[in-house]
């Protein structure tokens, strides 16, 4: 998938889970949905992304200093693209 590709998936993903959590009334009370969507869109859009921040491309390549120190990092431990580092849920629930 391309940077593109993600990051359509991931805001459409942004989307369905905001209107899940709308329609059961998870939301936050007192913060406005605008400010929710606002909230939730750059983590989207970033998260999706995050990955294939393995790549040298998606790392470097006048991206965010997040993205540089991100796939800095995981070049220093010897991420491979797809390999657990980058592609495993498991690391996010810890």
């Known amino acids: 998938m391309t940077n593109l590709t993600h990051k359509v998936g991931g805001i459409v993903g942004m989307a369905v889970g905001y209107t899940a959590l709308k329609s059961h009334g998870l939301l936050a009370t007192n913060l406005s949905p605008y400010v929710q969507l606002l909230i939730m869109f750059p983590a989207a859009s970033w998260g999706s992304t995050a990955p294939d921040l393995d790549l040298e491309e998606n790392c470097t390549a006048g991206h965010s200093p997040l993205n540089m120190a991100v796939g800095?990092?995981?070049?220093?431990?010897?991420?491979?693209?797809r390999s657990w580092q980058t592609h495993c849920l498991a690391i996010m629930r810890r």
């Open 72 to 81: 800095g990092l995981l070049h220093i431990i010897g991420a491979k693209h």
